[in-house]
């Protein structure tokens, strides 16, 4: 077995190599944080993680607002909750495919296995899925022709975990999340064939079906759907591949936003919409009574620090890192920022390297509308940023492209550059 492990490695290229190591390290990063998280402590874990056992123990998909949190789990909460209380499982709003995966997992280990390893071993399942979905991003952007130090796109890769902290926590716990980048993953993956490839319309139907499967991990794909959609219809040649997408992936996954708006009113079903709607009926009223600039500012200051950072305090929008480490984070975001900006205006719209805005766009919209709905509710709940981190294969080869601009453009401006080989 060690002979046959060493001849692999030997037959691996430096590329590969290179990959592999990446990969590597980032498993090591997300196995660290899982045996540091105490159990059930990761962001909504145990409501996940009662949506697996119930699937596990009767084989039938929690229904929302009949299925309430383990009381058991709930005593791990620090202070714990009284044991009589009954909490709802907010995580049941979500479409079963995840936690179909993983009840079969957790089923498979349950007759050997204590319930604090169960958790253990789904946490690296999850997060192994999340890097399987890097790994397809990283193929997208990678060309056999050209060296990885010639890649800016794969240089995004390498910046974007170092640049956002909070990307190895909200994949090395138990959560659909990790599903959801294997998705993304896979779909950039296929975007790329298929530009490549424009005639052969089996990667178009391909995108459908991962599209569709999607739809069936969390409605966070909606927006993503949308957003390829409406790229491939912008692309006048591509209409007819717009529509194939669009009708494979709502056959496949459009049958659960159909049951949530016959059982709760509502296309996305979601936790906080159906409450709101149940206590407060018009949207638009507790909106133009609750809503104000300052509010919404700071809630998306929440959001936006929650994207690149972890912080014990995630409702006060004031407490940021030490200057030292936030200093150079949101320099090199900045510059990534503005370096892809110039990127992007030399090409049309239409062009692949608009993709992360089309898909950024309208995924951020998405926050938004939750955004407004916490403020008409009144509720002073938060929008978590951490979810951007799905957009991972779309958000590091444009931050990648954008640091590698700027850092280009300033070097060719050094006075001593020009005498340099």
């Known amino acids: 077995m060690g002979g046959a492990l060493k001849k692999n490695f030997g037959r691996m290229n430096a590329r590969q190599f290179i990959v592999f190591l990446y990969l590597w390290i980032l498993f090591l990063a997300g196995l660290y944080h899982i045996m540091a998280l105490p159990p059930f402590q990761g962001w909504d874990e145990k409501a996940h993680y009662t949506y697996i056992c119930q699937i596990a123990v009767t084989g039938m998909i929690p229904v929302y607002g009949k299925s309430f949190i383990d009381a058991e789990l709930l005593g791990t909460e620090i202070p714990p909750r009284p044991p009589h209380e009954k909490l709802l499982n907010y995580e049941a709003q979500h479409p079963p495919l995840y936690y179909i995966f993983m009840a079969s997992l957790e089923k498979a280990l349950e007759s050997f296995a204590p319930v604090e390893m169960r958790l253990v071993l789904l946490r690296v399942a999850s997060l192994c899925l999340a890097l399987t979905g890097v790994a397809f991003g990283l193929?997208?952007?990678t060309d056999k022709q050209r060296p990885l130090s010639d890649n800016p796109a794969a240089f995004g890769f390498l910046l974007y975990p170092i640049v956002f902290p909070a990307f190895i926590p909200e994949f090395a716990r138990v959560g659909n999340d990790s599903l959801c980048l294997f998705f993304?993953?896979?779909?950039?993956?296929?975007?790329?064939?298929?530009?490549?490839?424009?005639?052969?319309?089996?990667?178009?139907l391909s995108l459908g079906i991962l599209l569709g499967a999607g739809l069936l991990t969390k409605a966070f794909f909606i927006p993503i759907l949308a957003a390829v959609t409406m790229f491939f219809a912008m692309r006048r040649t591509h209409r007819l591949h717009a529509a194939l997408i669009l009708c494979s992936a709502l056959l496949i996954g459009g049958w659960w936003y159909i049951y949530k708006y016959i059982a709760y009113g509502d296309f996305i079903g979601s936790d906080d919409g159906i409450r709101f709607a149940?206590?407060?009926g018009n949207s638009l009223g507790s909106l133009q009574q609750n809503f104000s600039v300052q509010a919404f500012a700071e809630q998306v200051m929440i959001t936006l620090r929650s994207y690149i950072f972890v912080m014990p305090d995630l409702g006060n929008w004031r407490h940021w890192p030490?200057?030292?480490?936030?200093?150079?984070?949101?320099?090199?975001?900045?510059?990534?920022?503005?370096?892809?900006?110039?990127?992007l205006r030399r090409q049309p719209v239409t062009h692949p390297l608009w993709l992360p805005v089309w898909l950024g766009s309208l995924f951020g919209g998405g926050l938004i509308y939750h955004i407004l709905l916490e403020i008409a509710s009144s509720?002073?709940?938060?929008?978590?940023g951490w979810y951007m981190h799905i957009l991972m294969p779309w958000?590091?080869?444009?931050?990648?492209?954008g640091v590698c601009t700027v850092v280009k453009g300033l070097w060719r401006k050094l006075p001593f550059n020009s005498t340099l080989p």
């Open 139 to 141: 193929m997208a952007v």
């Open 395 to 401: 958000f590091a080869p444009a931050m990648g492209i």
């Open 322 to 343: 030490p200057l030292p480490i936030l200093v150079p984070v949101l320099s090199i975001i900045v510059l990534g920022f503005f370096g892809y900006a110039v990127q």
């Open 379 to 384: 509720d002073h709940d938060i929008t978590p």
């Open 184 to 204: 993304a993953g896979a779909i950039a993956l296929l975007l790329c064939r298929s530009l490549k490839d424009e005639d052969n319309k089996k990667w178009t």
């Open 278 to 280: 149940q206590a407060h």
